[in-house]
């Protein structure tokens, strides 16, 4: 079972920068990919960012450019940093693993952390 805390939200000024963390925690093998997702009020849940164990990366085409993911050494702590923020950045920012346990592959979900950014 895998527990994830996501921590780094708040509020900022457009062209602000924030760096948000997913912090994994309890008995898995690993962590095989990490993904950031955020949802919005009336808005569809987006995938904003994803990272494999292997280090690839994947970026939405509306934060490419200004986000980076990333992940310890360990892979048990991945990081978003979001940079030169939008007011339609706002949302809450999901963490999502995909964590083996005996053997098997599961999905996880964080709780979330609010990001909102004035204009």
């Known amino acids: 079972q895998v527990q994830l805390v996501e921590s780094g939200g708040g509020l900022v000024q457009a062209g602000g920068s924030l760096r948000l963390s997913c912090t994994a925690s309890g008995s898995f093998s690993n962590i095989n990919v990490m993904d950031w997702y955020r949802q919005a009020p009336g808005k569809q849940r987006e995938l904003v960012a994803r990272?494999?164990?292997?280090?690839?990366?994947k970026y939405a085409d509306s934060v490419k450019g200004r986000f980076t993911i990333s992940r310890d050494n360990a892979g048990n702590t991945g990081f978003l940093q979001m940079d030169s923020l939008k007011p339609e950045d706002t949302a809450l920012y999901l963490c999502n693993a995909e964590a083996a346990v005996l053997g098997f592959s599961y999905s996880y979900w964080g709780q979330g952390t609010q990001v909102t950014v004035s204009s």
């Open positions: 990272i494999t164990s292997s280090g690839g990366t």
